[in-house]
């Protein structure tokens, strides 16, 4: 029976299609499989259903020669190296949409949270400092009609967008390539990045990792926000020097950011684990029941797929059919 390795517990529903058809290797334990632990485990696969968080790169497309698909749990596709993936025939494929309101839901929490002081808030009281109501106490940021900027309007910012416009009135402005079809049902409009840093209240980035993205907000743009603009990162850790980051916020006490990516995850730079003024999140941008179950069915599903010779559902590298028909 062909074997397809899983590096993370998924949601059983997605584990159970695989196994009526692979001998299915998951790893059961509550962590990250190591690099090499994916190196051992991978060889002689015919599948691998990779997180995010695993850097699957040429020496582990090269380790397994029998690999035919790399489903990858999320959205995000940075972690894969598709072009090498593309010349070896192995089919790379992602789980979009059924993530989207999920993720633009958890965008919303940390603007929230951040705006509102929710988790100083919290330790407040369970600090046992509350002693009754204060006109001044823990003042925070109304929404209500103010600038979102939204860097990157894809499926996720534009869903921020229209959270944006119908609950809050807000006007919004966006930063990406190419002009977003649906920006007139939100009154959006497309500026530049300098522009949009400028003018926000809200910012928010949800633009995926590549090539010109590292390091999209270094701290030249963070020097354009707002002093107290409300900075939010659900994309990847590396669209943003945290170093910057951490300096404009000790310089710049109204600044406030919420963070759910890290540059170097699972590790986080220690100067801003001290910034109270920072809401950081274990990377749960698609964290809810509903969003992780579908995307166990995607994997699946498109594991399958390639399996019985069919196109698999969200494929990353078409090229790879041309190469099968040659
Ligand atoms: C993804 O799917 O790329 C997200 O980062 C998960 O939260």
């Not at 965008?107 to 509350?130: K, P, Q, Y």
């Not at 109501?133 to 990157?152: N, S």
């Amino acid at each position: 029976m062909n074997r397809v390795l899983i590096t993370r517990k998924i949601p059983e529903n997605g584990i159970n299609m695989l196994s009526e058809y692979f001998d299915v290797d998951v790893n059961e334990e509550d962590r990250n499989l190591t690099y090499s632990e994916i190196i051992e485990r991978v060889k002689g696969c015919f599948g691998i259903v990779s997180m995010v968080s695993d850097n699957i790169d040429k020496n582990i497309i090269d380790s397994a020669a029998d690999l035919k698909i790399i489903a990858n749990y999320g959205v995000g596709f940075n972690n894969i190296d598709i072009t090498y993936a593309s010349s070896k025939g192995i089919f790379v494929t992602n789980t979009p949409d059924v993530l989207t309101q999920s993720t633009a839901e958890l965008g919303w929490s940390l603007i929230m949270s951040v705006s509102r002081r929710i988790t100083e808030a919290d330790s407040f009281v369970r600090n046992g400092e509350f002693n009754g109501f204060a006109p001044t106490l823990m003042l925070g940021k109304e929404l209500y009609g103010k600038r979102l900027g939204v860097i990157g309007m894809g499926r996720i910012g534009s869903t921020i967008a229209r959270m944006a416009r119908y609950g809050f009135n807000m006007d919004i402005v966006y930063y990406n390539r190419s002009k977003n079809r649906y920006e007139n049902l939100v009154d959006a409009r497309k500026t530049s990045l300098n522009n949009l840093l400028e003018s926000s209240d809200v910012i928010v980035v949800t633009c995926s990792l590549n090539d010109d993205s590292k390091y999209l907000i270094d701290y030249d743009e963070f020097k354009l926000m707002k002093k107290d603009a409300v900075f939010v990162n659900i994309s990847r850790g590396a669209v943003v020097n945290t170093k910057a980051l951490v300096q404009f916020a000790k310089e710049n006490k109204m600044f406030r950011c919420g963070l759910d990516v890290y540059e170097d995850e699972p590790n986080i730079d220690k100067e801003l684990l001290k910034l109270p003024s920072c809401v950081l999140l274990p990377h749960i941008g698609s964290a809810t029941y509903s969003a992780r179950g579908k995307m166990a069915k995607i994997v699946a599903n498109n594991v399958i797929s390639v399996y019985k010779g069919a196109r698999p559902d969200n494929l990353l590298n078409e090229e790879v059919l041309w190469r099968a028909k040659k």
